[in-house]
C-alpha cells in the first residue's frame, strides 16, 4: 500500500486525478483542505510532510484565474505560485519522497511561440504580458523539479496541459474561461428563447481544448512510467511533458457546438469589432505519444459531458 498526496483536490484537475486514483488498488489518496493545511506557508507544509508517511505527490495546487484575474493581482499571482510549489517540492526532499508530478500550464511558453508549441520551445521568447507573473512561477517549478533531480537523483517530473475544461469547471457568469462561459451563456439564452447570441470575434482563431479527465489520465499515466522509458523521452534540463488531444477547432466551430449541445436553436451573430486575441495555440504532444497515451474524449462528447456537469450543479453557480 502507497499513500499519495494530492495536493489541490478541490480544484477541477486536483478532483479529477483523485478519481482516477481512486481506481487503482493499494493506493492511500491523502488529501488537505486550503483550512487544513496552508500551502504557502513553509512551516506548516514542512510539519506536514513531517508527520505524514508519504510515497507520491500530485502537485496540483495554485492559484488561476483569467485574464483580469491576472492583471489585477500580478502580485498574488507569482508569490502563492511560488510559495506553493517550493514548498512542497523541498518538503517531497527533504521527507525522502522520490516520486512527485508537478503540473504546469502551456502559457509558460513564448507569446510568438511557433505552432504547434513543443516543449523545446520553453524560454526562447518573451512571455504574453497578461499572466506572465503566472507563467513565471509555473517554470520556476520545472526547473525546481529538475534541480532536485539533477543534485539529489530525485524523481521528479512534470505535465504541461493545454485548455481544460470539465467537470468542477468554473462556472461563474464574470471570471470563468472560455467554455464554461459558452456552455452558460448559451443554456441560458436557450432557457429564455432567445433569437440569437452574439459570439465575440470573427470565430477564426484556432484554439485546443482538453477533458479535465483525460488530463488527469494522462498524468497519472506519466507518474506511473518506469524511469527508463521517462528519461529515454527527456531530458534532465528539458523535462516537462506538453499535455493536450494535438488537435485544434476554430471558435466559430466550438460556438457551433456548444449550440448544438446547450441546445440552442436561434442565431450565432459575430462582433467582428471585439478583438480575436493570437490566431493559434496548439501543443505539441509528439513527446506524449510516444510515451504511450492519447486522449479519449473528442469535442463534443466532452462538452455534453461538461455540461451535464453543469446542469447537475448549476446551483452552486447563481449571481
Not at 78 to 94: F, G
Not at 141 to 148: A, M, R, V
Not at 209 to 237: G, I, R, W
Not at 240 to 250: A, F, K, L
Request: hydrophobic share 40%.
Amino acid at each position: 500500500m502507497k499513500t499519495v498526496f494530492v495536493a489541490g483536490h478541490r480544484g477541477m484537475v486536483g478532483a479529477a486525478i483523485v478519481k482516477q486514483l481512486k481506481n487503482r488498488e493499494k493506493i492511500t489518496i491523502l488529501t488537505q483542505t486550503r483550512e487544513e493545511l496552508d500551502l504557502t506557508s513553509q512551516a506548516a507544509v514542512a510539519n506536514f510532510f513531517a508527520e505524514n508517511t508519504i510515497d507520491e505527490v500530485y502537485l496540483a495546487a495554485a492559484k488561476v484565474g483569467g485574464i483580469h484575474a491576472n492583471n489585477t493581482y500580478p502580485a498574488e499571482f507569482i508569490y502563492e505560485n511560488l510559495m506553493i510549489e517550493a514548498n512542497i517540492i523541498h518538503a517531497a526532499h527533504a521527507n525522502d519522497v522520490q516520486k512527485l508530478l508537478f503540473l504546469g500550464s502551456s502559457c509558460i511558453y513564448p507569446k510568438l511561440a511557433e505552432q504547434p508549441m513543443t516543449e523545446k520551445a520553453l524560454l526562447t521568447g518573451t512571455l504574453e504580458e497578461t499572466n506572465e507573473p503566472y507563467a513565471i512561477a509555473k517554470i520556476a517549478g520545472i526547473k525546481l523539479c529538475e534541480s532536485y533531480n539533477r543534485q539529489y537523483g530525485r524523481d521528479y517530473r512534470s505535465v504541461m496541459p493545454t485548455n481544460l475544461y470539465g467537470p468542477n469547471d468554473n462556472f461563474h457568469p464574470e471570471n470563468s474561461h472560455v467554455i464554461p462561459a459558452l456552455l452558460r451563456r448559451f443554456h441560458e439564452a436557450a432557457q429564455r428563447g432567445d433569437s440569437e447570441v452574439v459570439a465575440w470575434g470573427s470565430g477564426n482563431p484556432m484554439r485546443e481544448f482538453l477533458h479535465v479527465d483525460d488530463m488527469a489520465a494522462a498524468s497519472v499515466h506519466v507518474m506511473e512510467l518506469d524511469n527508463k522509458t521517462y528519461q529515454a523521452n527527456t531530458q534532465p534540463m528539458l523535462s516537462h511533458i506538453n499535455v493536450g488531444t494535438g488537435e485544434d477547432c476554430t471558435i466559430r466551430e466550438l460556438v457551433e457546438t456548444v449550440a448544438k449541445v446547450t441546445g440552442f436553436k436561434g442565431d450565432i451573430t459575430w462582433d467582428t469589432t471585439k478583438p480575436d486575441g493570437a490566431p493559434r495555440k496548439l501543443m505539441d504532444v509528439s513527446r506524449l505519444h510516444a510515451l504511450g497515451w492519447k486522449h479519449t474524449y473528442n469535442l463534443e462528447q466532452g462538452l455534453k459531458q461538461a455540461f451535464d456537469w453543469f446542469l447537475a450543479n448549476q446551483d452552486n453557480f447563481r449571481g
